[in-house]
């Protein structure tokens, strides 16, 4: 099984920054890949960004494209989400997740198998 734990989240004012963490642990696998999701209240999660673990390629939900960053790091079994230019409409729980071997979907909650505890971020006008 994949373990998964988050951190990061917090309340920041429109404009401001944060950096989302999630690391896995567990058995490696194949076409690995790890996605965040958010949701806000009354609303669907809806897709953020996403990250092939090999090679590194990534996605992002035209929201928050040019503002966000999905990265890793492979040492340490981390994937990030720098939020930058954070606006009011950021504010969700946000989850990452990971998907063991990529079903060529990203940007479904439904293709991923495994989910962190969630992380709230509120952005703050």
């Known amino acids: 099984q994949v373990q998964l734990v988050e951190s990061g989240g917090g309340l920041v004012q429109a404009g401001g920054s944060l950096r989302l963490s999630c690391t896995a642990s567990?058995?490696?696998?194949?076409?690995?890949?790890m996605g965040w999701f958010r949701q806000a209240p009354g609303k669907e999660r809806e897709f953020v960004a996403a990250?092939?673990?090999?090679?590194?390629?990534?996605t992002y939900a035209d929201s928050v494209k040019g503002r966000f960053t999905i990265s890793r790091s492979i040492a340490k079994g981390t994937v990030y989400l720098q939020m930058n230019s954070l606006e009011p409409e950021d504010t969700a729980v946000y989850y990452c997740?990971?998907?063991?071997?990529?079903?060529?979907?990203?940007?479904?909650?439904?293709?991923?198998?495994?989910w962190g505890q969630g992380t709230q971020v509120t952005v703050s006008s």
């Open positions: 990250l092939k673990w090999s090679g590194g390629s990534t």
């Open positions: 567990g058995r490696p696998f194949s076409n690995y890949a």
């Open positions: 997740a990971a998907q063991t071997d990529y079903s060529g979907i990203y940007s479904s909650s439904d293709a991923y198998e495994y």
